[in-house]
C-alpha cells in the first residue's frame, strides 16, 4: 500500500546499479509512483528516464557531473505530472507570474513550477561551464570506461583479502567499487595519507568512486597497489589512523 | 488565534520600518511567535533579534549584504526554540551525526539542526568575502549614512511630483525610497536605459534601494535629476519602455 517509491538508482552504500525500467513498471504495476535519486549515475552513466517510465528524479551535479563543491541539485519530472504536481518547497520563481506580486500563489506551467525561490547564480555559472563540456560528451563512451576501470580496479585489489560488495556483473554495477572490512575506517584513512581518496561509509564500506572523464588507468593502478600494500604491511594500524575525523 | 505571525522587518514595496520589539511583545502576549523576515534590513541597519526576543528569522545576503546574486541565505532561531524545534527541510547535516547513517533521523543539537543538505561551498565563499569586510563595518555608521542618503533622494526627487510610499520618520524607514505612480513601470525602464537602476513593484511602486557601504551622495543625486527630468520631460512615454520585460 505505498504510494511513493524512492530509490536510489545507483546504492551509495554498494554501488549496486538499479534496473530503472523494471523497478518502475513493477511499482506501477502496485499503483505507486517511482522518485529516482541519480546521485551516483548521472554523469556516470547513461540514464533514461522517459523511456523507463520514470514518475520524478531527483540528482546532484557535484559529484561525477563535476560541477563543483555543492554545486546546485535538480530535479525532474515527466510531462504527465506537470499540469498537477505540487511543489511543496514552492516559491517566487515557480510563480506563473513572479512580477505581478499577487497574495495567492499560482504555479507556472511546466516544469517551471518546480522552481522555488533567487537562483544562486554564482553557483549557476560553475554548473554552466561544466555543462557546456558534458554536451560533447558521449555517455556510452563514458559507461564503457566506468566499467573498464572498475574491472581493474576489482582485479587488482583482489589480493587484498577485502569482501567485494559491488557486483561483478556490469549491468547491475555502478561508477564505484566498495569493499568491506570491520577496519575500514582507519584503512581509508591510511590510504588517504598516501595521497588516495576513497571515502569510509559506515559500518564497514570503503568507497571508491571513478569519474571516467578524467581518471586514468595508471591511477586506478596506483590506487589499487596503495590499498593491497596498506592492508597487507597493516600500516593502517597506527593509532593515527584510528581517529575519527568530522567527515569520513 | 494565530499560532506563527510572519513579518518582513523592512516591507519590500513601501520601505516601511517596523518596531520589532514593540511588534513582537504584542504577538507573544496573544500567545503567537514571531519570524522575521530581515530580508531589506539585514546590512542596511542595526537589527537586534534578541533584544527584541524575536522567535525566528530569515534573510537574504545577496541585497545589502551584497555577497553576489543569489549567495545563501541564513535562518536564525532563539536559543530558547533550539532544543525542541522541529527544521521541516531536514537533511544530511542538520543530523546529529551524518556520517553514522542510521536509519532513523536524529536532529543535531543547538542551530546545527537547522542545516539541511551539501553546502554550496563555491556560492559560500564569495559571502564569507563579504562578511570579512561587515565584520569592520559600523552598522551605527551604516545606518546614518543610509539616513541621509534616503532623506537628500526624497528632498531631490519630491518635485517629480510622484506620491511618497516610504515613511518621512526615520524610525519607521529602511534603506529604500519607494514613489507611486500608475505609470511607474515604463518611468523605471526609461531611467534604465538612463544607467540608474531602480525597479517596479507591481501594481504602482518605483523602488530605490540605498546600498551606504559604496553609494555616493553625488550618485543619489544623478539618480534623483534623472527621475525628475524622464517625468517631467515625458520621456517615459516611449513605446519601448512600455515593452514588458520578464524582470520587472
Redesign the interface.
Known sequence: DAAVLLLSHVDY?TGVLRDMAAVTELAHAHGALVVWDLCHSVGALPVELSRAGADFAVG?T?KYLNA??????FTYAARRHHAHARQP?SGWHGHARP???TEEYEPAAGVSRFLS????????A?LEASLELWRRVDLGQVRAKSLALTDLFLELTAEAGLECATPVEHARRGSQVSLRHPDGYPMVQALIARGVVGDF??PDILRFGFAPLYLRYVDVYDAATALVEVVASGEWRDPRFARRA???
Do not use: M, N
Open positions: 552504500r546532484c557535484y563543483g563543491p555543492g554545486a546546485p541539485a518547497l512580477f505581478d506580486f525561490g533567487s537562483q544562486p547564480l554564482i553557483a549557476a560553475a561509509r559506515a568530522q567527515v569520513t
